[in-house]
């Protein structure tokens, strides 16, 4: 679909009525064994392994129609969904690395991340190494002749520094580097990779794009043809793919994804300003407020901004945070986020970093503002401090 805007293509891409006795979204397959009529077709469709409906595992309808839209949306040539979003991390590093390869990961990736990096890729040999996610053009000082990967994060996972993507990109295509950037906080409604220079573009759909909750599911989308060669293939090695009913669930929230993110960037907002005037807040960690550190980078590269975001109170005894976190009635705790759900969960950016320090001596909370009513979420919040003052 040319000359239509993102709106349009979630509603319309990976979907073919026409092909489908009219019914407006695909069907699910589900699907092991595929039978050939002919021996033609057989070795037909062996030759055509990568694109064609050959063994359940390989791709069905229902895989190809999640990959076309996610696709179409990022602005990509194709892509390859997995059964979750670090297994899509797991499968694009995996892709594009060897012994004796460097790799580049920023310092505030997600924490699986780091440890797929530490405890899989460094021990097949593949030299790994943490960055600061603010060094952009500086990153040249530590780019080498084998660095093959240059993974980024933006803005990163739990205090969300916004890189300088252009910047690094640039510097990494310099060496030849395979550039991959985890996108699943912005997606591609509110960051375009390929715009700026990034080779493939990874989301965990779990969360925006199934948006409910309840599916796991990952894909990453591939800038050209060669490099989803490569990511399909080893995705194929490894035999990973999502499951039917869940490509199915993330195809469908696909379709309401731009209006979801809308709510989620209003809600998140109107939190992080309330917030950001308590007494308990030293910090609102939000990239689209003013005074976040990295805001005019993202004013610079971002059309928007999404629900999750970070706060830092004053550090309390942990009986004090536990009457606020376990009396919550709207904010659950949980590891997720990007449904339907307003979460709220206390983290330790200090326990994962080693490019650089978090020092700032305070407790961090990530919240994740669902699709609640903002007041709802307000006098919640007001409640939980309450208890928390009240524990003290």
């Given at each position: 679909m040319k000359d239509v805007t993102k709106d349009t293509i979630l509603v319309h891409a990976g979907r073919d009525p026409r092909n489908n006795h009219g019914i407006v979204n695909p069907p699910v397959y589900h699907c092991s064994t595929v039978l050939f009529p002919t021996l033609d077709a057989l070795e037909e469709s062996d030759r055509n392994m990568l694109t064609s409906v050959n063994y359940g595992r390989m791709g069905t309808p229902t895989t190809f129609a999640f990959e076309e839209a996610a696709a179409a949306l990022e602005g990509g040539y194709r892509a390859v969904n997995t059964g979750s979003g670090l297994a899509a991390i797991a499968i694009a590093l995996s892709s594009f690395t060897k012994?004796?390869?460097?790799?580049?990961?920023?310092?505030?990736?997600?924490?699986?991340t780091r440890r797929f990096a530490k405890e899989t890729l460094a021990p097949y040999g593949v030299e790994v190494e943490f960055?600061?996610?603010?060094?952009?053009?500086?990153?040249?000082?530590?780019?080498?002749?084998?660095?093959?990967?240059?993974?980024?994060?933006?803005?990163g996972s739990l205090t969300f520094e916004v890189q300088d993507v252009p910047a690094i990109a640039a510097a990494a295509k310099a060496v030849g580097a395979t550039v991959m950037i985890d996108n699943t906080w912005a997606t591609p409604l509110f960051f375009r990779p390929f715009d700026h220079g990034v080779d493939l573009s990874i989301h965990a759909a779990t969360k925006y794009m199934v948006g409910h909750a309840d599916a796991m599911l990952g894909v990453v989308t591939c800038?050209?043809?060669?490099?989803?060669?490569?990511?399909?293939?080893?995705?194929?090695?490894?035999?990973?793919?999502?499951?039917?009913?869940?490509?199915?669930?993330g195809l469908r929230g696909l379709r309401t994804l731009s209006v979801r993110m809308r709510q989620h960037q209003e809600s998140a907002l109107?939190?992080?300003?309330?917030?950001?005037?308590?007494?308990?807040?030293?910090?609102?960690?939000?990239?689209?407020?003013?005074d976040f550190p990295g805001h005019e980078l993202w004013k610079r590269d971002f059309a928007g901004s999404s629900g999750l975001f970070s706060i830092v109170i004053d550090q309390v005894p942990r009986k004090a945070l536990a009457a606020m976190l376990d009396g919550m009635e709207?904010?659950?705790?949980?590891?997720?986020?990007?449904?339907?759900?307003?979460?709220?969960?206390?983290?330790?950016?200090?326990?994962?970093?080693?490019?650089?320090?978090?020092?700032?001596?305070?407790?961090?909370?990530?919240?994740?503002?669902?699709?609640?009513s903002p007041d709802d979420l307000i006098r919640d919040l007001e409640a939980g401090f309450r208890r928390m003052a009240a524990a003290l």
């Open positions: 012994a004796g390869d460097h790799v580049l990961i920023t310092d505030s990736a997600y924490g699986p960055y600061d996610p603010c060094i952009g053009a500086g990153i040249s000082a530590l780019l080498r002749p084998n660095t093959s990967v240059v993974f980024l994060e933006s803005p800038r050209d043809e060669a490099s989803w060669t490569v990511v399909k293939k080893t995705a194929t090695r490894f035999g990973v793919c999502g499951g039917p009913d869940d490509l199915y669930l109107a939190l992080a300003d309330w917030l950001a005037a308590r007494p308990e807040v030293t910090r609102v960690l939000h990239p689209a407020r003013p709207l904010f659950g705790m949980g590891y997720s986020w990007g449904g339907f759900e307003s979460l709220i969960l206390p983290t330790r950016p200090a326990a994962v970093r080693s490019a650089t320090r978090w020092t700032d001596p305070g407790q961090v909370l990530r919240l994740h503002a669902g699709l609640e």
